[in-house]
């Protein structure tokens, strides 16, 4: 028992904060606490748009950029990495918003943080990064398309209908702006999204999200323009509280929370990894990340707040303007959270077709087309797989469609595997027996055929290669050399002993060489080996395999001995 204590709490020592990561942050104030502002002004418009996109309100997009943000900094396993609200998630949070309230949202952050912390605590972060470059870029070019159509109610000035599908929201917008133009709300966010896109391309440093967004605020209160606006927002954080969780609502919860949890641990292990990437110095902990992330769903939603992920854009800015620790993404939700006490009547007066601009420009700005580009033109096979996690983000559950393309795109990694393995019929070699004449050789040959095989001799590719092999004709003795098989599963065990069972009802002897370590036991599990081994025509070597088939020969007299 205590061996099982002393192992659980060595397992919760590793996802823990390290003291140097923390010692870090007194390093380089100066740079993080400049990072942190840049960040906090790029993230204040996205947490307000995507709150307000998540049907729970601006106040908890606020929230999350400052609970989750700050406890992620402290716990999580990137130093660069910044926390808050996203585009994926928002859609995620779409029709559990739409089926059971805000109630339901908040349980799932509570009950996706529980799963999260799990995951880290069993170790699941580094298998993350094993879902293709096809699959990620399918489903966030699909993200992008729902951030962007989800914008097009505040963006034509018209009520948003209620509808757990974006097309049909979407739809219903353009048809409502037809029977009534607003054009003021269109021109709005077609000025902010121009402006982001424009400045971010000529100074990606310069907050012009945040610039567009509180020139169009002020000109819209002085000019008295008819835009909905952002409305009442609470002054500070509500007293933490567990009043919104209903044990009832538990159990029909839990797949939309393990889907969240899917998706928090996807995004943010990802934007970690981009944050890497960008520096070259820094290597994120992925257990530790998930822990983070975990400890930050599981708080948050006392506080009112949405699930939280790590967020690309966030942390790309965080890395840009310098950041060199942690410091940098937990000042960033200090100071959100300095808004949020301090300036809530302000930030109520920010119209939504602002907000629709910004995200609008973000889900442009979301989609790397030099990537997609690039996966277009390597293979039919990744462009496949990225069209169609794409098409099933936009219209499917989101963790669905990454499922559908993690199927997808292994079902095509085994066909081309599969494609790969090969037999190869090789011809006996002279060198076998230096002290025979041609003419014997000659014979031998004439009997003895030898097939290498090469590659996984598995479920995928074993029937097409083994059929081949069953149906050799015209010698007495069949060599397989197995010493090239990468590996060896139990359907493939099975259908080499079919071929080896087809071969010798014919009357063709077989001979197994080089069978590799580890591939032992679906063979011996089978009964391909005991029969072989009772027959002795198993062999290490293939030299010796052709040399007890060539003494075969010559002792039934199929054969004769021409030499001595």
């Not at 502002?37 to 606020?62: M, N, R």
């Not at 054009?183 to 945040?210: I, N, Y």
């Not at 290597?283 to 948050?300: C, K, S, W, Y």
């Not at 290498?452 to 081949?468: I, K, S």
Request: with cysteine; glycine share 10%; charged share 15%.
């Amino acid at each position: 028992m205590s061996a099982l204590l002393s192992a659980g709490w060595g397992r919760v020592r590793m996802v823990l904060p390290e003291r140097a990561a923390l010692a870090a942050m007194t390093r380089h104030p100066r740079k993080d606490l400049m990072a942190g502002l840049t960040v906090a002004i790029v993230a204040l418009p996205l947490s307000l748009g995507f709150g307000i996109s998540s049907g729970l309100g601006a106040a908890a997009g606020l929230a999350t950029a400052v609970i989750a943000g700050s406890l992620a900094a402290l716990f999580g396993g990137s130093a660069l990495q910044v926390t808050g609200t996203s585009g994926a998630m928002t859609v995620m949070l779409m029709p559990i918003m739409s089926s059971h309230g805000a109630t339901g949202v908040l349980t799932v952050g509570l009950m996706a943080g529980l799963l999260l912390i799990g995951l880290a605590l069993a170790g699941a972060g580094r298998y993350m990064s094993l879902v293709p470059a096809p699959v990620v870029a399918g489903f966030t070019v699909g993200i992008a398309c729902v951030i962007g159509l989800q914008q097009l109610p505040h963006a034509l000035g018209v009520p948003p209908r209620i509808s757990d599908k974006v097309a049909v929201v979407a739809w219903h917008a353009v048809l409502d702006f037809l029977a009534r133009p607003h054009w003021w709300a269109m021109s709005v966010t077609l000025v902010v999204a121009a402006v982001l896109l424009v400045g971010a391309s000529l100074r990606p440093t310069v907050p012009f999200s945040l610039v567009a967004v509180v020139v169009v605020t002020i000109v819209a209160e002085v000019a008295g323009l008819p835009l909905a606006t952002i409305g009442h927002l609470p002054p500070g954080l509500p007293a933490p509280s567990l009043d919104f969780l209903d044990p009832a609502m538990v159990s029909s919860l839990l797949a939309p929370a393990i889907a969240v949890a899917a998706l928090a641990s996807l995004e943010s292990l990802l934007s970690a990894a981009v944050a890497d990437n960008m520096t070259g110095k820094h290597r994120h902990d992925p257990d530790r990340e998930l822990f983070g992330q975990g400890i930050a769903n599981l708080v948050t939603p006392l506080f009112g707040g949405m699930p939280g992920t790590g967020a690309i854009v966030r942390t790309a800015v965080n890395v840009r303007s310098g950041a060199c620790s942690r410091l940098a993404a937990l000042a960033h939700a200090v100071i959100l959270g300095g808004i949020v006490y301090l300036a809530a009547g302000l930030v109520a007066k920010i119209p939504l077709a602002a907000l629709a601009g910004v995200l609008l420009a973000t889900s442009v700005r979301m989609i790397e087309r030099d990537s997609v580009r690039a996966m277009f033109r390597s293979t039919r096979g990744d462009a496949t797989v990225l069209v169609l996690t794409a098409v099933a983000t936009l219209t499917l559950d989101t963790v669905l469609a990454v499922i559908i393309g993690l199927v997808v795109a292994g079902a095509l990694a085994l066909r081309t595997i599969a494609r790969n393995v090969r037999t190869h019929r090789e011809p006996l070699r002279h060198d076998l027996q230096p002290h025979h004449t041609e003419h014997e050789h000659a014979l031998l040959a004439e009997h003895i055929v030898t097939y290498r095989l090469d590659g996984p001799l598995f479920f995928a590719a074993a029937h097409r290669l083994l059929l081949e092999l069953s149906e050799v004709t015209g010698v007495t003795v069949v060599v397989l050399r197995l010493r090239r098989v990468t590996t060896i599963d139990a359907s493939g065990a099975k259908l080499l002993a079919d071929t080896i069972e087809r071969l010798q009802r014919r009357g063709i002897m077989v001979y197994v060489s080089g069978i590799p370590d580890g591939h032992h036991q679906p063979l011996e599990a089978l009964g391909v080996l005991a029969r072989l081994h009772a027959a002795g025509q198993v062999f290490a070597t293939t030299d010796a395999a052709i040399a007890a088939a060539r003494e075969r020969l010559h002792t039934t007299g199929i054969v004769p001995r021409l030499a001595g």
